[in-house]
Nanobody, 123 residues
Framework: QVQLAESGGGLVQAGGSLRLSCAAS????????MAWFRQAPGKEREFVSA????????YYADSVKGRFTISRDNAKNTVYLQMNSLKPEDTAVYYC????????????????WGQGTQVTVSS
């Protein structure tokens, strides 16, 4: 059983930056593809980014490509999401998720989820 805990959310002005962290415990971190999803008020949860088990491959939604960077430190059991050039439409609760072994951008394929961290971008 993998437990995930996000941190780093907050309030930032448009154009600013935030760095989210997700600490994992309870499993062999390097066996899991890690991903970030987000859910804005009144909207469905959506894929943001994912990273392969060894960090060699990364994936992004078109809406964040070029602005967000995902990375991981397997020695620290932590995945990060560096968010730059933030826009008001990035406002959402951001969730960290883990999937055994293989990449997917579908919510239903992820077995483990954190509680989420709120990101609010003011205009």
């Amino acid at each position: 059983q993998v437990q995930l805990a996000e941190s780093g959310g907050g309030l930032v002005q448009a154009g600013g930056s935030l760095r989210l962290s997700c600490a994992a415990s309870g499993g062999t971190f390097s066996n899991y593809v890690m991903a970030w999803f987000r859910q804005a008020p009144g909207k469905e949860r959506e894929f943001v980014s994912a990273i392969s088990r060894n960090g060699g491959s990364t994936y992004y939604a078109d809406s964040v490509k070029g602005r967000f960077t995902i990375s991981r430190d397997n020695a620290k059991n932590t995945v990060y999401l560096q968010m730059n050039s933030l826009k008001p439409e990035d406002t959402a609760v951001y969730y960290c998720a883990a999937r055994w072994f293989q990449y997917s951008n579908y919510i239903r394929d992820y077995n483990y989820w954190g509680q989420g961290t709120q990101v609010t971008v003011s205009s």
